[in-house]
């Protein structure tokens, strides 16, 4: 009788190319918009009424795209990362289209990369993943890497690759939700008059708010997403665990509740950033557990128009969210690259915004 | 290149007459509801279930009113209250048409009072707010004072004014739900066969049950209604702050929050206060924080009748909560109007109840 | 003037054959589910996904049973157990419909039994309570026997009766959700490939995931439930509490939050278990309180084929839930039928699952 619980993927189970059908589909309901709303408060209007969305063409508020990225993630844990040792980054996460509550989605990974360290103890697993609503339309796509142990050293690995991918998503591929036309954005409504090109490069932003995260939230956010990583959920493990075990101590906080987090907050200053159409990359760089304040500020990296249309221009930003450490000063990494201990995230993505000129005209 | 940031509105920044119309519009959902029904607890049958609405001829189960109301309330607070030092009061509040779900809500305000104080520090902004479905439809008007700070001490103020209001909302201005009829109101189902009629003027009822209030839930709730005061969420902040700003030490719970959960509480003793239709008057007399136990007792203070009605008529409460003291006892301010520091809300409200006269006819 | 406040029922105000029709009705909707999919984390596709019910001839996702299950049972907590001293158990309990989002529920309760207890200060009452939607179908029927305080102890008792009832319900008398057809059961989508032929009597699940619980949440779910028993939420009348009065010290964790746990836990070995059908008994052996970390590990207890159908079985499940106490080595009761201090949950009950021959037929 074979075991029946799930033991995960070890490094040596993964195939270069090997095609991974992830369980488990989830119907995103208004339900899911409620928690969301009440997990981070956030603001974006867009998300927030159906009829601010019909003002921008789209047939409802769509969810938040963030909550589009959890669930989709969330699916890949129990075949990709249950036996990793840590998430090592993202890459070239484009959004394709708007997810609206009664969606169904489903995820499918393809392993573009395997590479064994050294040690022969782990290797790291590259896979290009794919979420997808039920009729076929693809929502998400993106490449993320992890560290994942060996069950047994000695196993051999059949084939390894390390792929390139691009450090960040060139502005004439990313995707835009299809009809959405700023032209008749309604900015009072929104909350604020900073449009697309009222930012510059070089801009920093602090984010002035702060929000303390309890236990039970990040932990509703994270089964709300179907995310299983042991790690977010089990207080007693991490008491009975030895200093020599990866020892947090603590239940570790999902990172995608931070970036969440450090989006909500990123509303006081970017208000109109109506849509994340793309993360170039992202770090989690420190551990964030409950009782932690999260504050944030950005940069913006770059801005861009979008082919053919006046009414709205992506920009590229960089948000830093820090732990019990208002963002007034901008901490950051300095010249060496090292993060301060009160870094817990560096994003770098870019947001459609809309521009100003068209209301003007 | 312009701080993105918005600081809120100081004092000086306020003009009479000046109308404001409130970020960010919101679609209230089923998933408003549940998240509202687990925080709180509330069993008031109209709003549980479709079918007990029906049969009062409603269209619907409408959501709660307070969760109308807190949903309004919550988007005046970046351009009101932002940089309040106290929330002074609220009068003349009625609620004008159930909401329900799928109907988005906004809010505009009117300023009809200022009043600079004679430190020159603060001044007192008077409101009149509205929560507007979006087509149109009053949903919940308001008065409210706050107290806020100025930018600048030497900054003049142009013009002042103090408008008065009502203590009382008189009984025949009382708007109750369109069509709401209680000719064939389910006593049985609704769980208690208290009616109108027997409720006195000075009856006072201890509401028996008492709640611990948790981080998460009062922080789940106020992102839940998008209100953004600080105060609510940033510990670290608390933890920073010396004596003399204003420290708590601890996040403070939004009012609502309490008024909400006391009404839940007086759901056992008030279970056929079916509507919630005014709000007279309501003071925040002491802070609570988490980890406080509300107990609540209520006292009522007039009975009137609805014009060519005789399933429903109306009755005035005064609803005290307390923290960490049970309500036998009836805990009180004392003669000279102190109160003792277990008082932490002093409610005075309408509330539509059915008459058992019809169900007897 | 009566009292308005509800004292509940005490072991003499019940009646032989009384029955009782149960406040507050309910409508179930997607923010019920996204709450339940918050709290627990659960993974089971049929109810997590409409697409993934349409497979299996379902109209549209079901609420998880025991969702169903919590919201039939709170109703009754008022008249029933408002008083109890201990909830001594349930038996034969039958799902008979799947619920949607949309469906209101009711409770009716028979009393068919009651026993004095010789001290006379308290006595056993027994209820066979069902669950109706409003069309009048039923979807949940169990018996329950509670032990409740007298008011006065020298009440005498009108007449006493103790029924008889089925320690296990013969699978013969199961009912399955009607129309539901496992024939293209999609198994990749579902994450494991484990059928019903693969479980056999005898056979040990180790479920190995262990979830912290948090006083915010089993609050949050007990109030989404409706059900109003005071211990689990009063924690000022836990610190006042003398040793002598039933003290536990803590908010008790409603028992039917440790059911849903465990049965979300247990998907790492039960995936396929896609309905509970049948609860033939349950014990909450011992008391839960937040902070306690939940693991689970199951026993299979019989298997069996369901009539003129080959797509799918039951199984009987015995599953012990365990407190700081991971479930290697599956701790349980000694032969004398002690349980150790982590044990806190034996649930004996059974689901059905897909077959996996006529997969491959």
Excluded at 64 to 85: Q, R, W
Excluded at 235 to 246: A, K
Excluded at 333 to 350: Q, R
């Amino acid at each position: 009788m074979a075991t029946k619980t799930d033991p995960g993927n070890f490094f040596e189970d993964f195939r270069l190319d090997q095609e991974i059908r992830h369980a488990t589909p989830r119907t995103v309901t208004a339900g899911d918009v409620a928690l969301y709303q009440a997990l981070y408060g956030s603001r974006f209007p867009v998300q927030s009424a159906d009829s601010f969305a019909h003002k921008i063409g789209l047939r409802d508020a769509p969810v938040d795209d963030l909550l589009a990225f959890h669930i989709v993630f969330g699916k890949t844990v129990p075949e990709i990362s249950l036996n990793a040792v840590a998430n090592l980054g993202y890459a070239e996460c484009r959004w394709m289209a708007p997810v609206y509550p009664g969606d169904t989605l489903h995820t499918v990974s393809r392993v573009i990369g395997l590479k064994e360290n050294s040690n022969k103890k782990t290797g790291v697993v590259y896979v290009h993943s794919q979420g997808y609503k039920d009729g076929g339309e693809l929502v998400l796509d993106y490449i993320r890497w992890v560290m994942v142990r060996k069950r047994d050293e000695a196993a051999a690995i059949a084939a390894e690759r390390v792929p390139t991918f691009n450090a960040v998503v060139a502005a004439e591929r990313l995707r835009t939700p299809p009809g959405a036309d700023f032209a008749h954005y309604d900015w009072a409504l929104a909350g604020s008059p900073h449009g697309w090109e009222d930012y510059a490069p070089g801009e920093k932003i602090d984010h002035v708010d702060g929000i303390t995260i309890e236990e039970a939230e990040h932990m509703l956010a994270t089964r709300l997403y179907q995310n299983t990583a042991r790690v977010h959920f089990d207080q007693f493990r991490q008491n009975q665990m030895s200093p020599g075990q990866e020892k947090l101590g603590r239940r570790l906080i999902y990172g995608g509740h931070v970036i969440s987090m450090a989006r909500a907050i990123s509303f006081n200053g970017l208000a109109n950033a109506a849509f994340v159409v793309a993360i170039n990359g992202g770090r989690h760089v420190n551990p964030t557990v409950a009782g932690n304040t999260i504050y944030a500020w950005s940069e913006v990296l770059d801005r861009a128009e979008l082919e053919d249309r006046s009414d709205a221009g992506v920009l590229r930003i960089r948000t830093v969210a820090l732990k019990d450490c208002p963002a007034a000063g901008f901490p950051d990494k300095d010249a060496a690259g090292k993060y301060p201990d009160s870094v817990v995230l560096d994003l770098d993505y870019w947001v459609m915004m809309p521009r100003r000129e068209k209301r003007r005209g």
